[in-house]
């Protein structure tokens, strides 16, 4: 269980051998670094010292992760990073490494993350109920801000866009991107994907490409921008939507699985929860729910045998962002499975996405539209609050 809820009274420190036997910083460097989120939680609930010591790296893994404090809570946006910085504000603007689920490593502190990650609905949460117990949080909040976002003045100006916020690595990265499509686009013209598959070399090849466009540098850790900007989603449906018509189905299949599964694989995780949700269904005033999405282990509606799908998405299925329904390749050449997240199935000999792209790409823009609004809501001057310092709540 993600989050620092107790399920039982914590035990004395001393009962933990961990605690007792292994060193401090052996703890932190080689244990508590590489721990699953679900297992420190665990830890967390033996003692008062194991949940102290394992609040920050819970908190990275919480913040970048999107995690709610249970898969099972009945409020779809209650989250794990909120509750733990509710016992442990002073924390929020404290740096280290993580690695997210697509195996990127980020140096940020827990306010960078979910800025990183565009997870506006958290940031105003702990622009409510965290900050003001930070002495001078509001300053140290924007002096963060302008370290993510080098490249953007305050105030925030959200008709300037989600590219006001892109470092040189994310102009770089759609500049890209926007080079592979091209190359994608000519490979699949003249390759007729029979049952939605590649039968050139060349395709194939085009597809791989962006793969390992967007696959993690071993060598590389992000310190600013955008972990992965939503205008690249954008970006592919525009081309889809270019194809809609010249293309044939088992074409439009293939770009859809291949390009759209690969570059939903890549979106941040609070974004795959918004695109699991489905962009024309979501209330963008509340958010996602933080209960499902594409990375997570049990994601709602799909077969116990088809999960997760972080390993399937960009190869044997795609989820269409603005339903939320997930299509999987079939059994039957040319055929697909497609399940919503309440567990409806049905079968269909079409295997692209379910709507013309020029729709998806408008979803595309008022997700976009709606994080700028909330942004510049909250990065806008204020004067200062008095606040108290930094206590354990």
Known sequence: ?????????????????????????????????????????????????????????????????????????????????????????????????????????IFASPYQLLHGAGDVWALKQIHEEIIPNIENGEAKAQAQFQQQFPNCTLPFDPELGEAALYDDRNIAQVEQVKETLKNIVAAISVDPCTNGKSTLPETSAAAEELRQLFAPNENEVIRAGLHFPVAILQEVFRVYDVQFDPWSGAQLSFFSREVIGTALAASTVVDGQAYKHGLSKMNFEKGPDRRDGLSCRHPKGIPAELAPLSDKLGRTMFVDPYDGESCFMSSTPGTFDWYNKNGGWRWWSGGGAGCLGRVVFAAFGKLMSSKNFSLGELMRPRREEKTSRCVIC
């Open 1 to 105: 269980m993600a989050g620092s809820r107790y399920k039982k009274q914590q035990l004395p420190q001393t009962d933990s051998p961990l605690l007792r036997w292994v060193p401090r910083d052996v703890r932190a460097a080689k244990i508590y670094s590489v721990t699953p989120i679900d297992a420190l939680g665990i830890f967390a609930q033996t003692c008062q010292k194991a949940e102290a010591e394992t609040a920050f790296p819970r908190l990275l893994l919480s913040a970048v992760g999107a995690e709610p404090v249970s898969y099972n809570q009945a409020d779809e946006t209650k989250l794990a990073a909120i509750a733990i910085l509710k016992r442990h504000p002073e924390l929020l603007f404290d740096k280290g490494i993580v690695t997210d689920h697509f195996g990127r490593k």
